[in-house]
């Protein structure tokens, strides 16, 4: 007979404030065995790239955060951090700010996280609505992304198992079931990461919503291998995301041309050009974080760089839209041009479309290109030549 969730979430909060339970969550579970303690570094590994994957964050959502093992991570990739868990002996052992919920029933309005991050849930639920319910709830705290995981029926450990007949209160899944209740629940995946493919029923997961509240993000530009995003965050902050991305072995070639293999990727180039812009005392967007993921071979597959949002339309779009610039503006970009080639800087891509227009005068963005050197003047003639052509361009030379 099917019982409902919090049924089966009132079974699995007496197991887990049990005595001794909690203590051995805290403590041997993860750390007395030579497997305990490389599974909880392989299942470390995956989480962090989610995280990383899924961009900047503001606000995650642990649930459940059993004695809190995730914790440490979480709380380098999100200033804030919100720990529940139903068991009250599993929370006595989580330091920081926590509360007691369950996951049927979160008490957080929709859209409040960033990330709704549930380890170790999902496999406690016999029943496909069960699993259903609880990703649609954590889909509905979210603004965007979901990280989880499932017990996948047809690894070796899954296997030994049914041969033992052995009655277990974990209840492993295909892959297609769970894509399949991932949809119902308004999600789609983005990405696995088995933590042992073949071997080991855990498979870690990074899924995203299929239609997400209006105003949580923005697609400002999108091509094949690139896209930039203004995201809202859930503390309220926005930021520009750009990202460039390559699935396809020919496009990181591409990419490995323009010495990106084992070298910096353009979203870590761009990352340092403008902190080091800024701290020559050229005005640029102020550059936030970014993260890389290569493939085995060292090939950038995948990358961002995130920047603080703005409001000011680059120069090129100014034009388009039927204003022209001031005086003042065209002369205060002139001299910016100087003081970038009297920095050393060969910037490589003084184009309207990487200046904005602001009411302090111009701000520089993309300088994933520019070269540092010592100051010449064949860096000033080159910086020049490039910029007097972009004036011409459009007319205001």
Same mark, same amino acid.
């Given at each position: ?7 089966? =979430? ?181 990405? =696995? ?24 993000? =923005? ?179």
């Amino acid at each position: 007979m099917s019982s409902s969730i919090r049924d089966r =979430e009132d079974v699995l909060r007496k197991e887990y404030d049990a005595d001794g339970v909690a203590e051995n969550y805290a403590g041997p579970r993860w750390e007395g065995t030579q497997h305990a303690r490389r599974t909880h570094r392989l299942e470390h590994t995956a989480v962090k790239h989610f995280l990383e994957a899924s961009g900047p964050l503001s606000v995650v959502l642990d649930l459940p955060c059993g004695t809190g093992r995730f914790g440490r991570l979480l709380k380098l990739h999100s200033p804030k951090v919100l720990q529940m868990d139903q068991s009250a002996a599993m929370l006595g052992k989580v330091s920081g700010p926590r509360g007691q919920a369950a996951v049927s029933k979160i008490p957080l309005a929709s859209d409040s996280v960033d990330v709704a991050f549930s380890f170790r849930l999902l496999h406690h639920f016999r029943e496909s609505f069960q699993r259903s319910e609880a990703l649609a709830e954590l889909a509905r705290v979210s603004r965007r992304w979901v990280i989880g995981t499932y017990f996948d029926r047809d690894s070796f450990q899954a296997l030994r198992h049914r041969m033992r007949g052995k009655k277990r209160n974990r209840f492993p899944q295909s892959k297609q079931s769970f894509h399949n209740e991932a949809e119902l629940a308004g999600l789609k995946v983005v990405e =696995e990461s088995y933590v042992a493919r073949g071997v080991s029923e855990q498979v870690v997961v990074l899924l995203e919503k299929t239609e997400c509240s209006q105003g949580v993000f =923005e697609v400002i530009k999108k091509t094949e291998t690139s896209s930039v995003e203004c995201r809202n965050l859930a503390d309220g902050c926005s930021v520009f995301v750009k990202r460039y991305t390559f699935p396809k072995m020919l496009r990181r070639l591409e990419a490995a041309f323009r010495h990106t293999w084992r070298g910096p990727s353009r979203a870590e180039r761009e990352f340092f050009n403008l902190q080091r812009l800024r701290e020559a005392g050229i005005p640029t967007v102020r550059p936030l974080s970014f993260w890389v993921k290569r493939d085995s071979l060292g090939f950038v597959r995948d990358s961002w760089v995130a920047t603080e949002a703005h409001d000011s339309p680059d120069l090129e779009a100014y034009l388009h839209s039927g204003r022209k610039p001031s005086k003042n503006f065209i002369q205060a970009l002139e001299e910016s041009v100087a003081e970038i080639s009297n920095a050393g800087v060969l910037y490589r891509g003084l184009l309207a479309r990487n200046v904005l227009v602001t009411d302090e005068g111009p701000v520089w963005l993309d300088p994933a290109k520019a070269v540092f050197a010592k100051q010449s003047q064949s860096i000033t003639s080159a910086n020049e030549k490039e910029f007097r052509k972009e004036l011409w361009r459009l007319g205001l030379a």
